[in-house]
């Protein structure tokens, strides 16, 4: 293994490997940040899962008394600086910027990049994995202040899980805590071709099959396979092994035969109506629901 933060990263993205499968939270850490550094100021990358500016958000974000912010999944930055800009046109006074994530060095990568931008707002780094537990940052810390979550950029539509982040985010909030959800949807109207164009780029792939080189994958020993799975309704990539691979940790080994597969990304295109069900289910009460023009990405504006 080369490129991970920590020694909890290896033993995880090991016991998820015998699975054949690498969640995409380990497609953001170490070496992979970089990758995903690059992907993330494509315009594709934004066409993929960004909402365009919109009156409803300058309505919403105008009525809200908060100076705090907590950014879940926070990425390398340049769309939390959208965000902020967006923020300050709202002429919303923002002391707190809180960057949560699972990986340390894109959080890092961006707090230096905003704090530079924005030398008034204190920025703050939150190791935090919302696939994996509720964080009891806000309750200790910020017992007096309501606060704005926001999971831009549908990292929802990454995760294994997408009930649990929804209640891990949920049960981290407190009682007033309002929480904006950026979700690319599904449309009907739209081929899957039309979806799977702002994936197909060298720099796309080069960022979803990153994680696998980490484990110690040789990406030349097999095919990458970028598809639209109408049964999970995501883009998918997955690799292809053409050849017999043996990784090694520790003293336990893994075997892969040709033709043995291991997905490394998937983005979902849920349905608005499954994304409000769930929001509902765990407890958000949704305040409003918003979409682009080709109705393919939402923003549910919530509240605990
Ligand atoms: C698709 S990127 C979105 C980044 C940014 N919000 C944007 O709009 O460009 C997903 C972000 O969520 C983080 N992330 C993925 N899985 C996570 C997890 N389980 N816990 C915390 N953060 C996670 C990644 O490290 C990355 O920063």
């Not at 958000?57 to 965000?83: E, H, P, R």
């Not at 704005?148 to 990454?158: A, E, M, Q």
């Amino acid at each position: 293994m080369v490129g991970f933060e920590n020694v909890e990263q290896e033993q995880e993205v090991w016991s998820f490997l015998k699975q054949k499968f690498i969640p995409l939270k380990f497609g953001y850490v170490g070496n992979a940040a970089y990758t995903h550094d690059k992907l993330a100021f494509t315009d594709a990358y934004d066409r993929a899962i960004k909402l365009d500016k919109d009156d409803y958000l300058k309505t919403f974000l105008q009525q809200l008394n908060i100076s705090t912010i907590m950014d879940v999944g926070s990425g390398n930055g340049n769309n939390s600086s959208k965000f902020i800009d967006e923020l300050m046109q709202c002429k919303l006074n923002i002391f707190n910027y809180f960057c949560c994530d699972f990986s340390n060095s894109l959080s890092k990568l961006c707090i230096s990049r905003l704090e530079k931008k924005y030398p008034f707002i204190k920025f703050e780094q939150v190791l935090w994995d919302i696939e994996n537990e509720k964080s009891d940052f806000l309750l200790k810390y910020l017992s007096n202040e309501n606060v704005l979550l926001v999971l831009l950029g549908n990292t929802i539509g990454n995760v294994i899980d997408v009930e649990d982040v929804l209640r891990n985010i949920y049960n981290s909030a407190r009682a007033g805590d309002k929480f904006i959800l950026e979700v690319s949807i599904k449309n009907n109207n739209i081929e899957t071709e039309k979806i799977l164009e702002d994936y197909n780029n060298s720099i796309f792939i080069q960022a979803a099959t990153e994680s696998l080189r980490m484990v110690g994958i040789d990406t030349n020993k097999g095919n990458h396979e970028l598809y639209y799975d109408k049964k999970r309704e995501a883009v998918v990539v997955d690799f292809i092994f053409d050849d017999k691979v043996v990784l090694s940790h520790g003293k336990e080994e893994i075997t892969f035969y040709k033709g043995n597969v291991i997905n490394s990304f998937i983005s979902r295109r849920m349905k608005k109506e499954s994304i409000k069900d769930k929001l509902n289910f765990v407890g958000w009460k949704i305040a409003n629901i918003i979409e682009n023009e080709k109705n393919t990405v939402a923003l549910f504006f919530c509240e605990k």
